[in-house]
């Protein structure tokens, strides 16, 4: 039996979203109504205490976290502290108003940005907020290197360069990719990331990002159900929607009920 650390855990809070990206990282976009529920989080980061003491980072994504009732982001957030998780979101920013009532409950929240004006409006709350630049179609080396510049004071920044199904990488200013192309890479699950100026870049690897089984993150879904990569339950049929089938390929699980001290 091979062992994994766990790097960190994704929580899907919703398929749903409020706005309709082209490439879309959600494969499930729009196949359900549901929003997790505070007693399926609860179980699943139980499971995890089953692993683990470390204090990792439960990072809620969608679809768009922010389409849930602001209490209950509350009190995920309450939730994942309780189990002495460090509590993240990524958002698309939209929803200013409560991503700004939701701060204090956070450790951080990472929020896409499209001018300097958002950027100027999170600033307040730079120890809290992730400010983040989509590595989309619109990216040139003369905007990266003034969000590097603009943005400076902020404790996280990051950058994710976006890709389609087939991994063509959206960008296409050839001066990013000499850039890109000449630093230093690590992995993380099915990403590789790296740091520019104190900037996180991350980027897909090709044939594998879209794997949505990553054995160093934990994911659990809207319906409960989480990644079997990550343990042996025959509990995820999202892997079945749209007739997709799943091959647990390098069978890289954790041991259930044997608490790991390394970790
Ligand atoms: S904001 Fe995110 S979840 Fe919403 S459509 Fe765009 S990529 Fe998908």
């Known amino acids: 039996?091979?062992?994994?650390?766990?790097?960190?855990?994704?929580?899907?809070?919703?398929?749903?979203?409020?706005?309709?990206?082209k490439f879309c990282i959600?494969?499930?976009?729009?196949?359900?109504?549901e929003f997790i529920s505070l007693d399926n989080i609860e179980k699943f980061l139980k499971l995890i205490r089953e692993y683990t003491d470390k204090k990792l980072e439960v990072l809620l994504l969608g679809?768009?976290?922010?389409?849930?009732?602001?209490?209950?982001?509350?009190?995920?957030?309450?939730l994942a502290h309780k189990y002495n998780f460090l509590i993240m979101m990524s958002t698309n920013g939209i929803l200013k108003k409560k991503i700004i009532d939701l701060i204090p409950y956070y450790d951080s929240i990472q929020v896409t940005v499209n001018s300097d004006e958002e950027i100027d409006y999170y600033r307040k709350w730079q120890d809290k907020i992730n400010i983040k630049l989509a590595g989309d179609n619109t990216l040139t080396m003369e905007k990266l290197d003034h969000f590097i510049e603009y943005t400076?004071?902020?404790?996280?920044?990051?950058?994710?360069m976006y890709f389609t199904p087939d991994f063509i990488e959206l960008c296409n200013d050839s001066d990013v990719?000499?850039?890109?192309?000449?630093?230093?890479?690590?992995?993380?699950?099915?990403?590789?990331?790296?740091?520019?100026?104190?900037?996180r870049i991350k980027k897909c690897i090709h044939g594998l990002t879209n794997i949505i089984d990553e054995e160093t993150v934990p994911k659990l879904y809207p319906n409960g159900n989480y990644n079997k990569t990550w343990n042996d339950e025959k509990?995820?049929?999202?892997?079945?929607?749209?007739?997709?089938?799943?091959?647990?390929?390098?069978?890289?699980?954790l041991k259930k009920n044997k608490k790991r001290t390394n970790v």
């Open 1 to 21: 039996m091979e062992y994994v650390d766990i790097d960190h855990v994704d929580i899907v809070t919703t398929h749903l979203c409020n706005k309709h990206c």
């Open 26 to 33: 959600d494969k499930f976009i729009g196949t359900s109504n």
């Open 63 to 78: 679809g768009e976290p922010t389409c849930l009732p602001t209490d209950l982001l509350k009190d995920i957030a309450e």
């Open 152 to 160: 400076k004071g902020f404790d996280r920044r990051s950058i994710s």
């Open 177 to 199: 990719w000499k850039l890109l192309d000449s630093l230093e890479w690590k992995r993380n699950g099915s990403y590789l990331y790296t740091f520019y100026e104190g900037v």
């Open 235 to 253: 509990l995820d049929d999202y892997l079945s929607i749209n007739g997709k089938t799943w091959t647990n390929e390098k069978n890289l699980v």
